[in-house]
């Protein structure tokens, strides 16, 4: 893994950086495509080990980017997505060691012994390379690598300059050094070391390159590289808008009401905290004010009716209002899930009810990427989710893979036939 360092703004355009990672990560992959089911978890075992080992380095490279994030004048909640520490490198480590030991989907699949004597199976390919931009969180560099690696693609990283210390220090003392220990090529994933928003265009027109781009972050941003990939043939895995809904139906236990709007709120900064709380007109009024005084005494503003925004409003990415709620009357479960589905991302939505009937009616109508009864939305997210990290979540309405990205989504599908009594079958 080559990475530039050189003080200022590189000399190269932003497409000669990007194209030229490509290259490398392309050159490098069949090393992972080829690789043993050992090798690869040995990598994802000594990148762990070497989080740990390394932590100095790594710990030294993220108190940089936090000072330069605070004399920025970054909000608390996105410092907060920034801050690395012993405690969240061991975390890390930890996941690391668990996605070692996820056993790998079946290379082949037989879908049919045909008729006509001919068997057809269903075969996974890696992709290649698999390119990947996110926000300024460094665990996501180490969260998007590993997942690279056990699906045996290469990779090209882009972070912001407001993680870029972190990110580099990440590849340089942990993602390469364990993929030569494992005898991988350390050039399989790359990290683009330019911080312009020209190299995140870039990624998503290198499709002859990258043809697969994981576009983390939200907002306009995000929508805009989503529809510059579609421009160039690279297809997109966008997660542009978060915000999860917590509906609290006239059937809903108080306390587990309440327990699990705090459970939503405990990060402002993360796409999947409860956003929008949708109260059913029919909840006690004790009920209802517990919920807004439960948010209260945390420090939430409530932006209650009439609201001079749209119920969806994203307060995550609200610099200086994050610690905001929107709150909003419903008739039922049906109009829940309508206002969900209308004026949302269609991120999360959880019902909060014992009658089973409401919460049938609620996800039988929510469309969403994730449907919950009576648990937060805060486990729309990889690891909570899956129990494997995440690339990142996508909420398209279109087919293909939904909800928390891992490897086991990144990968080609390849129809194979053979003889249906071929011996080795």
Known sequence: M????????????AADIVADCARQAQRAAPTLA????????????????RLISSAAEVLAANAADIAA????????????????????????????????????????????????????????????????????RPNVTVDVASQLVKSRNGGVLRTGSAALR???????????????????????????????????????????????????????????LAAEGARHGVRVLAHADGGGVLYVD???????AVELLVAGLDRLGVCNRVNLLLVADSVPDRLYA????????????????????PLGHEWALDTGREATLTVSRVSGPAHAAHVANRETSGLAATIVT??????????????????????????????????????GINVDRVPGPRGPVTFADLYLRQFVIIPARWPSG
Request: proline share 7%; with cysteine; hydrophobic share 45%.
């Open 2 to 13: 080559q990475l530039r360092t050189t003080p200022g703004l590189p000399a190269e355009s």
């Open 34 to 49: 080829t690789a043993s089911d050992q090798a690869i978890d040995a990598a994802l075992d000594a990148m762990a080990l």
């Open 69 to 136: 994030a605070e004399q920025s004048g970054m909000s608390p909640a996105l410092i907060d997505r920034l801050r690395l520490g012993q405690a969240r490198l061991a975390e890390m480590a930890g996941q690391l060691v668990l996605l070692a030991r996820i056993p790998f989907p079946a290379r082949d699949r037989v879908l049919e012994d045909r008729p006509d004597g001919l068997r057809l199976i269903e075969r996974r390919r890696p992709v290649g390379v698999v390119g990947a931009t996110f926000e300024a």
């Open 166 to 224: 972190s990110a580099l220090a990440l590849c340089e003392h942990v993602l390469a050094p364990a993929l030569t220990d494992a005898g991988l090529d350390p050039d399989a994933v790359q990290l683009v070391p330019d911080p312009r928003r020209d190299s995140a265009v870039a990624l998503v027109q290198q499709a002859e390159l990258v043809p697969l781009v994981i576009v983390r972050g939200s907002g306009e941003t995000t929508r805009m």
């Open 250 to 256: 006239a059937a809903a236990d108080p306390v587990l």
């Open 290 to 309: 517990a919920l807004l005084d439960a948010a209260s005494q945390r420090g939430i503003a409530l932006s209650l009716p009439p609201h001079d925004h």
């Open 354 to 391: 014992h009658d089973e009937a409401a919460a049938t009616e609620f996800l039988d109508s929510y469309a969403g990427t994730g449907a919950f009864w009576n648990a937060s939305t805060r486990l729309l997210d990889g690891f909570k989710l899956r129990r494997v990290p995440e690339t």
